[in-house]
DNA sequence: ATTAAATTCTAGGAATAGCTAAAAAATGGT
DNA sequence: ACCATTTTTTAGCTATTCCTAGAATTTAAT
């Protein structure tokens, strides 16, 4: 069964809000994540509706399916390995990707897919840390906490960001805390919340509470 | 100014019409070029005239405007450099590049064309031989006589074929006659038009005519 | 030069995907 | 339980790009 490139946006934005924890989509979120107007929704969603992606009652919510979830992290795993690529092999800055990222991903090619996979040498994790699904649609994902939440002395690897805004992002590579670097927590302020942390066992930075909420630790 | 996916794909379809040596292109030439039907090419060809790309003429033929080249080349720059990656670092064969550079070559970035170019360190040439214009426009192109038109004990390189269809590409592959082999012309069968060439200096094949007159080299 | 054949264009229609405006249904406050 | 507000859907339009059928124009043949 194929998907075009705007059902493809649409069941995308779907399971994203339906994994967010929310427990109904509504047409006015999806609206909003794909910039786009309500009665232009309500009209996709009837299409998904008959292509079987989706569960659809009119003036209720929606269900993404089996078979809608199959595809939808097809489509995540695309855009997430060619980050991957434009990243690892053309030197993007993390803040530049998304928007190419969000073009190639409908290429279609199963082949073009297993070859970059190989290529890039069977990635786990894109480059804001969020994981790529397999090409079954199985993802291994791994604990991860705040790392406003971790103790004095704890350390582990920063493996994502809740906030990928570019300012967000330009922000952590000033100060050098990309994806991957081992980080120990040095102190906390009780005050107002911001934490003191050893990166890659050399530079000691600090961080206000809003940057360390923000992001995601794997914890060792 | 923008073209949309089909704009683009019509007008490297008339430029490569154009440059195939055609005082004037026609409606059904272009629609065979494209699988369409040539009602829908009059269509589209009264729309690129108002983009200013071509000039058109009802009922006479079309040119090209310096506009539209420069746009065509872009397009045409892209798609080569895709392959060039497609074969050099995802090892694709000559022979299944072309539909997913078809796709490719409509992702809309400059930056990632600037780097995908080099990242494959600025190469002049595409996998099957042809030149790879530049971000202006220019191409350098060498010249090039088929391997048929070779005199016994002359030599060179193999830099482009005529005919690039999938069992043609498989022919040369099975036979070692890669793009940039260097061969020797041996000896020449007059009766048929066959030719005995030497590969690589090391590999002596036989090729028919129909073969030879397929295949282009530049000579040194 | 006139007619037949081929080419090319126009008209009208279908599918996709968006929009605005207005109707229908659900939700929330009192 | 009722009414107002919010949400969602439907209806009707627009634009793109394709199609078929048929009309207009050019070309080729006698």
Redesign the interface.
């Known amino acids: 069964m194929e998907l075009t490139t705007a059902e493809e946006n649409y069941l995308k934005a779907i399971y994203h809000l339906s994994e967010g924890g929310k427990k109904s989509v509504s047409t006015n979120d999806i609206a909003s994540a794909i910039q786009t107007k309500p009665a232009s929704v309500s009209d996709m969603l009837r299409k998904l509706g008959e292509k079987e992606v989706i569960q659809y009652r009119k003036y209720y919510g929606l269900q993404i399916t089996a078979l809608g979830m199959r595809l939808a992290l097809q489509t995540i795993r695309k855009h997430r390995l060619w980050e991957v690529f434009?990243v690892d092999?053309?030197?993007?800055a993390w803040d530049?990707v998304h928007?190419?990222a969000e073009?190639?991903e409908h290429?279609?090619?199963p082949?073009?897919i297993e070859?970059?996979d190989a290529?890039l040498n069977y990635p786990k994790f894109d480059p804001h840390g969020d994981p790529i699904p397999d090409e079954f649609g199985d993802v291994r994902s791994r604990p991860r906490i705040a790392l406003q939440e971790m103790g004095i002395d704890q350390s582990g690897q920063i493996v994502a960001v809740k906030d990928s805004s570019p300012a967000f992002l330009r922000y952590l590579d000033k100060v050098g805390a990309y994806i991957g670097a081992r980080i120990k927590v040095l102190d906390k302020v009780e005050f107002d919340g911001s934490v003191e942390i050893l990166v890659d066992q050399k530079k000691t930075i600090f961080m206000s509470k809003d940057v360390t909420n923000n992001i995601l630790i794997l914890t060792s």
């Open positions: 434009l092999k053309l030197h993007f530049e928007e190419v073009q190639l290429i279609q090619s082949l073009l070859r970059l290529y």
